[in-house]
């Protein structure tokens, strides 16, 4: 099990947590962004800069039980299909079941905006918001960790 980052867009107080939590657990934290983005890492993995090009190495890098921090919609869909875990950096689990209503309103939205209309974006980051990642960071990796036990 590891935990990979989408790091193009992750907030620094997420990547910090995640760097804190891969080393109580013990796992591997690999980060992957674009070569755009200075990511302090031990795993760190820099991509290109064309469209989706991080979204794909994470993919690739990802496998059953990991656990991947994305805000994209589109990668969390891919990564649920490879039987992996998936947490916004808001601290919302990613679920299979709720993916097709957010990739509608993905797409919604984007027929908005390329007809020159405008939708609202994320709300300022609060200190609640880094707890709340915390906590269900924390709460995911009890599960993996548990899970991961029982199928030895």
């Known amino acids: 099990m590891k935990l990979i980052i ?3 867009a992750c907030p620094k107080a997420v ?3 995640c760097l804190a939590a891969g080393a109580r657990w013990g796992l591997s934290v690999v980060t992957v962004a674009s070569f755009n983005h200075q990511i ?4 760190h993995i820099t991509v290109g800069n064309a469209s989706q090009e991080a979204d794909l190495k994470i993919v690739n890098l990802t496998e059953a039980n990991d656990l991947v921090i994305t805000q994209d919609w589109g ?3 891919l990564v649920l299909a490879k039987k992996a875990c998936c ?12 993916m097709d209503f957010l ?4 797409e919604i939205k984007a027929k908005v905006r390329r007809g020159g209309g405008r939708t ?8 609640e918001d880094d707890a709340r990642f915390a906590a269900e960071l924390e709460r995911l990796l009890q599960q993996l960790t548990a899970e991961g036990n029982s199928k030895v």
């Open 120 to 127: 609202k974006g994320p709300r300022k980051r609060q200190a």
């Open 75 to 77: 990668l969390a869909a």
């Open 87 to 98: 947490l916004s950096p808001s601290g919302s689990e990613y679920r299979s079941e709720k």
């Open 6 to 8: 989408d790091a193009d």
């Open 15 to 17: 990547l910090q947590h």
């Open 103 to 106: 990739l509608e309103e993905r």
């Open 40 to 43: 302090v890492s031990d795993q």
